[in-house]
């Protein structure tokens, strides 16, 4: 299974359609969406090419093959324009052999893991990760849109076990970690 990973797109329809022309690039099974789709929230800047209504759009056109959690940024009302489940603070996928927890981060995070083994996938912070803890894989794919920490705009991609964080102009990989 091949997994395209992204978080964090806040509203941009220049995320938003690099994200789609990079999950039918890749050929992904699945686009996994770590929440905070279509707001910015308070804290953040507006990002580039804000466009909530695009985005719900683009979204809806991979609507089959999305599997999303719910972002600190997502509302109800998010539920009633996206045409595929969103407001889950964590959902589990499995591709035959890894176990996957999905969450956004702003309830489970790495300082409160929630419960299952494997993999631990979330986003919330804009700052990519890729490592090992106690056996645990722990990814972040960074944000598309507002990334954070001098880290440029990244995504992630999983495929046989393999776990990288990569730039969104380029698809160059920044960081990686084997299952």
Known sequence: MKF????DIHGSEKAANRVRELYQSYNADKLIILGDILYHGP???LPE???PKKVIEIMNSLSNEIIAVRGNCEAEVDQMVLTFPCLSTTAVVFDGKTEMVLS?????????????????????????????VNDRVIFNPGSVAIPKGGNPASFG????????VRRLDTEEVMFSVEV
Request: proline letters at 6%.
């Open 49 to 51: 090419t804000y466009a």
């Open 4 to 7: 395209l990973i992204a978080s």
């Open 104 to 132: 956004h981060g702003h309830i489970y995070n790495e300082e409160n893991l929630p419960p299952g083994s494997g993999c631990f996938l979330y986003g919330h912070t804009h700052l990519p990760v890729a490592k090992k």
């Open 157 to 164: 991609l999983y495929e046989d076990g393999l776990f990288t």
């Open 43 to 45: 804290r953040n800047d």
